[in-house]
Nanobody, 126 residues
Framework: QVQLVESGGGLVQAGGSLRLSCAAS????????IGWFRQAPGKEREFVAG????????YYAGSVEGRFTISRDNAKNTVDLQMNNLKPDDTAVYYC???????????????????WGQGTQVTVSS
């Protein structure tokens, strides 16, 4: 099990950038698949990006493909989400999640992740 803490959220104008970071505690972090999810008011929690334990495979929601980049540093126990060209529709609370048992076909579904951070607010103004 790992504990997760997100940081880096804030208020930014449309077209701007933010970099979110997820810091994890626990020696088994490198074994975990990490997912970034977001939830806007009144909406379901949705997948944003995911990265496998070895960083060789990354996955993105179609709405962020080409604008967001996920990366991880297993030595530092961190996973970052670089968000460029932000849009008002990107406004949400962003969560990182981790699990050792998530398989590729389940990576985009939040129900398969057992470990969650508290979330960080991202607000994009038009």
């Amino acid at each position: 099990q790992v504990q997760l803490v997100e940081s880096g959220g804030g208020l930014v104008q449309a077209g701007g950038s933010l970099r979110l970071s997820c810091a994890a505690s626990g020696r088994t972090f490198r074994d975990h698949t990490i997912g970034w999810f977001r939830q806007a008011p009144g909406k379901e929690r949705e997948f944003v990006a995911g990265i496998r334990w070895n960083s060789r495979h990354t996955y993105y929601a179609g709405s962020v493909e080409g604008r967001f980049t996920i990366s991880r540093d297993n030595a530092k126990n961190t996973v970052d989400l670089q968000m460029n060209n932000l849009k008002p529709d990107d406004t949400a609370v962003y969560y990182c999640a981790a699990d050792t048992s998530v398989i590729l076909s389940s990576l985009r579904y939040h129900a398969y992740y057992k470990n969650w951070g508290q979330g960080t607010q991202v607000t994009v103004s038009s």
